[in-house]
Each structure stands twice: as structure tokens, then as C-alpha cells.
């Protein structure tokens, strides 16, 4: 099985990344203790005053799938809602 690398960008709504970086930073804690998270890391990006970027490394498509049935990851949706002015834009890599 191959590794799974996400990247993600996301866009705060404006005056929101900190909260934001507050947020993923919490939902990081318990992503890098799932036992198939190789990686898990958030970055405020340098010349965009509102953007985050981030990446996660899984050891293989089941370690993703528990990831995201995760009740972490269920319950980040709710709480990003209202901090993001937009979808993330997710790119996968293997």
C-alpha cells in the first residue's frame, strides 16, 4: 500500500487565522496520535495575510479512511465553518 499526502489550503475569513491555526493546531494533536498519521502540519503562509497551508501523511488508504471517520475529524467541519471564507482546496499525492 502507498503512502496517502494531502496538501491543503485554506483561506480564513478575514481577521480569522489565528483563530483558524488555533483550531487545526488542536485537531493535529489528535490526527498525530492516530496510529496511521505519519505526518500532520499547519503553516501560516508568509505574504497571504488570511491563507493556511497544510500537510498529512497516512501509511496507506486505511490509515486515511480512520483518520476521517475519526470523531476529530467529524466534529472539524463544524468548528472551521465559521472561520474559513471558502472550500479548502486539497490536493492528493502518493
Given at each position: 500500500m502507498a503512502r496517502v499526502v494531502i496538501f491543503t489550503r485554506l483561506t480564513?475569513?478575514?481577521g480569522a487565522r489565528d483563530a483558524l491555526l488555533v483550531e487545526l493546531?488542536?485537531?493535529g494533536e489528535a490526527v498525530r496520535a492516530e496510529p496511521g498519521n505519519e505526518a500532520f502540519e499547519v503553516y501560516?503562509?508568509?505574504d497571504l495575510p488570511d491563507v493556511v497551508v497544510g500537510y498529512e501523511v497516512f501509511r496507506?488508504?486505511?490509515a486515511l479512511a480512520e483518520h476521517r471517520a475519526s470523531d476529530a475529524t467529524k466534529g472539524m467541519t463544524?468548528?472551521?465553518?465559521d472561520l474559513l471564507a471558502g472550500p479548502p482546496e486539497i490536493t492528493y499525492a502518493v
Open positions: 480564513a475569513r478575514p493546531e488542536q485537531l501560516a503562509a508568509r496507506d488508504d486505511a463544524n468548528r472551521l465553518s
